[in-house]
């Protein structure tokens, strides 16, 4: 039976896949290396879906290790690549971590897919790679700017990688999804984002401080040139985000596709600053957060948010979900991994 890989599947947005995934029918292999990810979000998979998928901890830095994975799991025909660093101020200070991660690994599993007949790949890329785009709502053919960090350019590196790859490899097939703001949970609280440390992004800390965990969120800003001030960005719910990957593989396992590399911006189309996600917090907290509004933060854009026509028409895939509601299952998972 064909087998869809997902590295990096214990993660915030691979383990809302795999439960997408489980929900269509596929088999699914996890490989993780479980430095930013327990192993028990394995259980909240199956308490989910019903069905636990198969689990190897590797490191997929270990190229022998990768081609002894393919080697084992001849029927792997799909990957949905989203092991990789993700913390856009670690990067700055360990470039050479985030190169060897997120660049090495990549290549190693492009290596064994282009080996194969037939190859579906999907790639966790980044509006990041935008930087602060000229034109809003963001299109594909934005032009991709300057990295801010190492972590941006490893996915625009990401990107030419997989489009070099796919121009002399006609049987591997790719789609880049390039994600604007991921939030919230899966509405079960089973799953969610289990930042390990201090969280990267803004609504984790929002509902660390509504939880009590934090004392009060600095708001970064608020001279900015929009309407109250604070920056915007596209928050889209996770199991928005992962239906999208799923639409996105079976688009390539049923060869729907007319070019062997493509690039989708997976967002809501909204944009919504900081000050307005408080407000949406403070709906489902049912009181004022504890906020200040301190500096801007170093290399903080002021304004993104996508235009998803292409995802629309061509995947087929809209977000369905509102800010509201992401925001109200951020909080419940928040609750619940506290209690
Ligand atoms: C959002 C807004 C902050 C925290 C990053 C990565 C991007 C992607 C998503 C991986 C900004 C403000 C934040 C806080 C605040 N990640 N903020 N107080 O920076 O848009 O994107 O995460 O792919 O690649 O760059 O997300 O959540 O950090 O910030 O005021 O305590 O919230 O200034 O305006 P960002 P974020």
């Known amino acids: 039976m064909m087998q869809i890989l997902v590295t990096g599947g214990l993660g915030f947005i691979g383990s809302h896949t795999v439960v997408e ?76 971590l985030y190169y060897e991660n997120n660049i090495g690994t990549l290549v190693y599993i492009l290596k064994e897919l282009s080996k194969k007949n037939k190859a579906s790949f999907i790639f966790s890329s980044s509006c990041t790679v935008y930087g602060q785009a000229d034109k809003m709502p963001i299109t594909e053919d934005a032009p991709v700017k300057e990295a801010e960090s190492p972590y941006g ?40 984002e289990l930042p390990i440390g201090v969280p990267q992004n803004l609504v984790p800390f929002i509902t660390r401080t509504g939880v009590g965990l934090r004392k009060e969120l600095s708001v970064f800003g608020d001279d900015y040139p929009t309407e109250d001030g604070t920056c915007i960005r596209d928050y889209i719910y996770v199991v928005d985000l992962a239906k999208a990957h799923v639409v996105a593989l079976e688009r390539l396992l049923a060869s729907k596709n007319p070019k062997n590399y493509e690039v989708f911006n997976v967002g809501t189309g909204k944009g919504s600053s900081v000050l307005e996600v408080i407000g949406s917090f403070e709906k489902v907290y049912g009181k004022k957060l504890n906020y200040r509004i301190v500096g801007r933060r170093q ?39 506290r209690n």
């Not at 796919?166 to 390039?178: D, E, G, M, W």
């Not at 604007?180 to 799953?191: C, K, L, Q, R, V």
């Not at 993104?304 to 419940?332: F, Q």
């Open 21 to 96: 995934l489980q929900a269509k029918g596929f088999e699914v292999v996890v490989i993780d290396d479980c430095s930013n990810a327990d192993e028990k979000v394995l259980d909240g998979i199956e308490k989910i879906s019903g069905k636990k998928p198969i689990f190897e901890k590797l490191d997929l830095k270990d190229r022998g290790k990768v081609e002894d994975f393919f080697h084992r799991y001849p029927d792997v025909e799909g990957v949905i690549h989203f092991a990789a660093s993700k913390a856009v101020g670690e990067s700055v200070e360990k470039p050479l």
């Open 153 to 192: 350019n490893t996915k625009q590196i990401g990107e030419e990688i997989i489009s070099d790859t796919c121009k002399v490899t006609p049987n591997l097939n790719a789609i880049a999804l390039r994600y604007f703001n991921p939030m919230g949970a899966h509405p079960s609280a089973e799953i969610g």
């Open 299 to 337: 290399g903080d854009i002021t304004t993104a948010y996508a235009d998803t026509t292409k995802a629309n028409n061509e995947l087929g895939w809209k977000s369905i979900y509102s800010l509201d509601d992401a925001m109200e299952s951020a909080w419940k998972w928040e609750q619940k991994i």
